[in-house]
């Protein structure tokens, strides 16, 4: 079994940043890809970004590529997303996920964490 924890999110004026951070436990930690995932009122679950195993690759949303990073420390079982020039409409429950797929690894979720971008 997997456990993801997520934390960093929080309250901040666009343009800010923000760093996003998700403890994993579990021994698939390593076997497996990582992604972030982000829920806006009303819309659906979507991906953000993922990162593989190796940290070799990744994968961005079209909405966030040049302004988010995904990284990964294996060492400490933890994944990062880096939040720079932060918009309104980035407003959502970001979710930290983990699984076999790709880009979208689904299969153990975190219990997400709020990101509030203010105009």
């Known amino acids: 079994q997997v456990q993801l924890v997520e934390s960093g999110g929080g309250l901040v004026q666009a343009g800010g940043s923000l760093r996003l951070s998700c403890a994993a436990s579990?021994?698939?930690?390593?076997?497996?890809?990582m992604a972030w995932f982000r829920q806006a009122p009303g819309k659906e679950r979507d991906i953000v970004a993922a990162i593989r195993r190796s940290g070799s690759s990744t994968y961005y949303a079209d909405a966030v590529k040049g302004r988010f990073t995904i990284s990964r420390d294996n060492a400490k079982t933890t994944v990062y997303l880096q939040m720079n020039s932060l918009k309104p409409e980035d407003t959502a429950v970001y979710y930290c996920?983990?699984?076999?797929?790709?880009?979208?690894?689904?299969?153990?979720w975190g219990q997400g964490t709020q990101v509030t971008v203010s105009s």
């Open positions: 996920a983990t699984g076999a797929t790709w880009p979208r690894p689904d299969d153990y």
């Open positions: 579990g021994r698939t930690f390593r076997g497996y890809s």
